[in-house]
């Protein structure tokens, strides 16, 4: 989402953008799919109709701990759109707006060529230009590596789900945040009358049971009976699901190092929060922004940390006890004797309307 946003305000600017995209089609992704009300501003300023899309509102959260349930509605309008469906929309967007877009091009090398920069592609070929923007995901580029974040032990898992009529039903317009031994899961709606199942599961628990899918989804049903009883007379969409190790929640970088840094490779916040792709679209909207000043990437680097550090940390220290058992019972009692526990957490670990309206150079009510 950083790169694709990016991509569109830097062409609808009249700047020559070449975006290499590594998928030539349409392509599921690791992540929780949630749009907090940040990103559908972000995204509504782009072009996109989220509805149009068919993206699914999201008003409530519910956390899960054993046979425990508390809901909150969300302090804000919320939405859950798949990535699949998503990323295309914003490539699209990117092209309509005077955008290269290469399809199936794998990055292999970026590098500095004097006052510029010179990406090679697998294939041999390579493309230079004036400025590069890193914009990788959780997925490093071989030649700029980010360091470790405050959480490395997490490995995630992702998988779509057709869950029976009447357990869609009562995930409707919720998201179910489901603790575990070692880690949590987030259930949620998305377009097509799926759900989104995503969690995170400590390195040592998923060796544990023998680093099998199988047997941590078994596990998981063992310890949470309301996530088996949502899944149950449900069945996943996929043959398997998609995974992803070394997590670095917590990294935030302050300074550049050479390329604009953007989305998960400038700040990566623990996916409980839900604010992942906000800051995704947060840093494509400030890079833009500090770009088209005349401004460096180091200037860029140093705002997006002022912005989001505060919130990052914040949830990386959640998140690491989110993973632990005394840690979830906690939690899990403390939400049901202040309801309004959820809601603070959402609050404080969105992008702060300032830090929106800095990004955008407009005021959001």
Request: net charge positive; proline share 4%; hydrophobic share 45%.
């Amino acid at each position: 989402p950083a790169g694709a946003a990016l991509a569109a305000r830097l062409a609808g600017a009249g700047r020559e953008v070449v975006l290499l995209e590594r998928e030539v089609g349409p392509a599921d992704k690791v992540c929780g799919e949630f749009l907090s009300r940040e990103a559908g501003l972000y995204l509504t300023a782009l072009g996109l109709d989220l509805g149009a899309l068919g993206a699914v509102p999201i008003d409530a959260v519910r956390l899960c701990e054993r046979d425990h349930v508390a809901t909150v509605a969300l302090p804000f309008a919320a939405h859950s759109l798949s990535r699949r469906v998503l990323d295309e929309a914003l490539l699209e967007q990117a092209a309509a707006r005077g955008a290269r877009v290469v399809r199936g091009a794998k990055v292999n090398e970026l590098a500095r060529t004097g006052s510029g920069w010179r990406a090679r592609l697998d294939d041999g070929t390579s493309i230079a230009g004036g400025a590069a923007f890193l914009a990788t995901g959780k997925h490093d580029l071989r030649s700029h590596k980010r360091p470790p974040g405050l959480q490395n032990d997490l490995v995630a898992f992702k998988v779509h789900w057709r869950l029976a009529s009447k357990q869609a039903v009562e995930l409707d317009r919720h998201v179910e945040l489901v603790l575990f031994e070692g880690g949590y899961a987030g259930l949620q709606p998305v377009e097509g009358g799926r759900a989104n199942l995503c969690l995170v599961v400590r390195r040592a628990r998923l060796a544990r049971l023998g680093a099998g899918w199988d047997k941590l989804l078994a596990a998981m049903q063992a310890e949470s009976p309301h996530l088996a009883a949502r899944l149950a007379g449900g069945e996943p969409c996929w043959a398997k699901p998609l995974a992803l190790s070394a997590i670095p929640y917590g990294f935030v970088r302050h300074h550049a190092d050479g390329p604009w840094r953007l989305g998960d490779q400038a700040a990566v916040i623990p996916s409980f929060s839900g604010d992942g792709m906000s800051i995704a679209l947060h840093s494509a909207e400030l890079a833009a922004t500090t770009y088209l000043e005349g401004g460096s990437a180091d200037a860029y680097q140093r705002r997006l940390a002022h912005d989001v550090s505060g919130q990052v940390r914040l949830a990386t220290l959640l998140s690491r006890g989110l993973v632990r058992k005394p840690a979830q019972v906690a939690l899990g009692a403390a939400a049901r004797l202040w309801p309004g526990l959820m809601a603070s957490v959402a609050f404080h670990t969105r992008v702060s309307d300032a830090a929106l309206s800095r990004a955008m150079l407009v005021s959001h009510p």
